[in-house]
């Protein structure tokens, strides 16, 4: 079992088998966060599906 903390809100976040890419939710405020990293196991808002970036895409 992998752990770390949620950027949004510091929750912790239990992983049973984290693969590097792969999706995950945090329990406590829902945001949708990317594993960047198995050793050390880290999570961080996912860069390919932000919408503010879709957003601003579409002002271009
Ligand atoms: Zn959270």
């Not at 929750?11 to 198995?38: F, M, Q, W, Y």
Request: charged fraction near 35%.
């Amino acid at each position: 079992m992998s752990k770390t903390y949620c950027p949004q809100c510091e929750a912790v976040i239990n992983v049973k088998d984290p693969h590097e890419g792969d999706s995950v939710v945090c329990r406590e405020c829902g945001t949708k966060l990317e594993i960047i990293s198995e050793s050390p196991f880290d999570v961080d808002f996912p860069l390919d599906s932000d919408e503010e970036w879709e957003k601003e895409t579409e002002n271009w």
